[in-house]
């Protein structure tokens, strides 16, 4: 496609539940970022991944939070037994593998809210 | 260690006058230093960014910042700010080496600009 794209746009769930969330990156972008903003709060680096694998997975804030990308394209962000606290814009871009400075192009995000 | 201070979290113009959005860096390594752009109910976009070529970097929109190395700083100005300039700044560090995918942002810096 012409942009990276998430789904859902919007997302509503109960505390506990599992939610998924999807990343289509730009065809032929080895790079894939996964970001957290909270209100007020500046963007916090959650996963990154190159082709399949995750170099850096550093930022995760706990063992609820997984993803996965499958085929060097589409990504999940799955929380596990969602907090208010997880409550956030959650922001993929992705990237060229320039080795140094690549551009980040990034998707709408996907809010999420816990009630 | 890395990281990003946004020295403000709001700055309020009035249009057609110069804007100053200040950022200082903490690098281990040789840093990459970008800006991003979030205007309002649109995703990040790229403004500019330093991979130590040029010390000043010219972006989109008459954006420029001036990599300081003595001073750890990258501050962003525009000589004139006009009304669309209006959204949150974030200033951003990488770097050479290592996983790319680390790529820290500030807390970012709220630009109001006044008729």
């Known amino acids: 496609g012409a942009g990276v794209s998430q789904s859902p746009s919007n997302k509503v769930t109960e505390k506990g539940k599992d939610v998924e969330l999807r990343c289509d990156p730009i065809?032929?972008?080895?790079?894939l970022y996964w970001y957290r903003q909270s209100l007020g709060q500046g963007l916090e680096f959650l996963i990154y991944?190159?082709?399949?694998?995750?170099?850096?997975k550093s930022g995760l804030p706990s063992d609820r939070f997984s993803a996965e990308r499958t085929g060097g394209s589409v990504s999940t962000l799955t929380i596990q037994r969602t907090q208010q606290e997880d409550s956030a814009v959650y922001l993929c871009?992705?990237?060229?593998?320039?080795?140094?400075?690549?551009?980040?192009?990034f998707g709408s995000g996907t809010q999420l809210s816990v009630l | 260690a890395q990281s990003v201070t946004q020295l403000d979290s709001h700055v309020s113009v009035s249009e057609g006058t110069p804007v100053l959005l200040r950022c200082n860096y903490s690098?281990?390594?040789?840093?990459?230093l970008f800006w991003y752009v979030q205007h309002p109910n649109k995703g990040l976009q790229l403004l500019l960014k330093?991979?130590?070529?040029?010390?000043l970097v010219k972006g989109i929109n008459g954006f420029e910042a001036e990599f300081k190395k003595s001073e750890t700083s990258f501050h962003l100005t525009k000589p004139s700010a006009h009304m669309s300039d209006a959204a949150e700044y974030f200033c951003?560090?990488?770097?050479?080496?290592?996983?790319?995918?680390?790529?820290?942002f500030g807390k970012g810096t709220k630009l109001s600009v006044k008729p």
């Open positions: 871009a992705s990237s060229l593998w320039t080795g140094r400075g690549e551009k980040l192009f």
């Open positions: 065809s032929g972008h080895t790079a």
């Open positions: 991944f190159q082709g399949n694998s995750a170099p850096d």
């Open positions: 690098s281990s390594y040789s840093p990459s």
């Open positions: 330093y991979t130590s070529a040029a010390t």
């Open positions: 951003v560090v990488g770097y050479a080496g290592g996983s790319q995918g680390n790529l820290i």
